[in-house]
């Protein structure tokens, strides 16, 4: 029988292992609108704490799905996240808002241990950290994303997919493209008013976050 001391300590490795190794990862989605409102142009999904999301071009806005308190996210404008060249930072589920094209990449932290000294301990910078990216691209994209000199896990495009939110108190709309060309869907789409893409996308089978996923309720400004 374990003795009551060697239960607690055994105890207290476990809850300590589990704050400084968190399993969780973020999605950061990219959106050509404000409020993270429009559609999202592109995105990466499940990136892990130190991973950097670097985006294809300059967006407007950017939004933090399964975020907490512990993870705070960094947002960066020309270039990747080692640049340096951050916008704001800020923990939770949040969008980050501009007044235009800002934001080039994200990526976030651990806000509740001390990432300074795991660095250390893993014989790296933070930095260095931040640039160690674990990349799960597969396809055509995965050798871009993983080549020498570029550290860098870039966004996923989903050319049989279109997100789509009207208003930012509300959720996101997905329509997976069957037949036609993403281009000619959106082409579409971007004819059709502003005041009539819901009823549109929903003609068309696109499906709504009943969930609440999507839903907005911090906002960041640059």
């Known amino acids: 029988m374990a003795k009551p001391g060697a239960v607690t300590m055994l105890f207290a490795l476990v809850i300590g292992l589990w704050v400084i190794e968190p399993t969780e990862a973020l999605d950061y989605l990219f959106w050509d609108g404000p409020s993270c409102t ?3 142009q592109s995105l990466c999904t499940a990136i892990s704490n130190g991973t950097c999301c670097l985006a294809d071009s300059a967006y407007q806005s950017v939004q933090v799905q399964e975020g907490d308190g512990c ?3 960094t947002t960066f404008k020309d270039g990747d996240c080692a640049a340096n060249v951050t916008v704001t930072t800020s923990t939770g589920s949040t969008c980050f808002n501009s007044g235009g094209p800002t934001y080039t990449a ?3 932290q651990n806000a509740c241990v001390n990432t300074t000294a795991n660095a250390t ?3 790296a910078t933070p930095m260095a950290r931040r640039r160690a990216l674990l990349s799960r691209k597969s396809g055509p994209e995965a050798g871009r994303a993983g080549s020498a000199g570029d550290c860098s896990r870039h966004v996923e495009v989903d050319d ?3 997100y789509y939110r009207q208003n930012p108190t509300k959720g996101i709309w997905s329509l997976r493209i069957e037949g036609a060309s993403k281009a000619q869907v959106l082409e579409q789409l971007l004819d059709v008013p502003n005041e009539d893409r819901v009823f549109w996308l929903f003609t068309h089978g696109a499906s ?15």
């Open 38 to 40: 429009g559609f999202v």
């Open 71 to 73: 993870k705070a996210s």
């Open 160 to 162: 049989r997919m279109i």
């Open 121 to 123: 301990a893993n014989g």
């Open 106 to 108: 994200a990526s976030w």
């Open 208 to 222: 709504y976050d009943l969930q609440g996923k999507g839903r907005l309720l911090n906002f960041v400004e640059a």
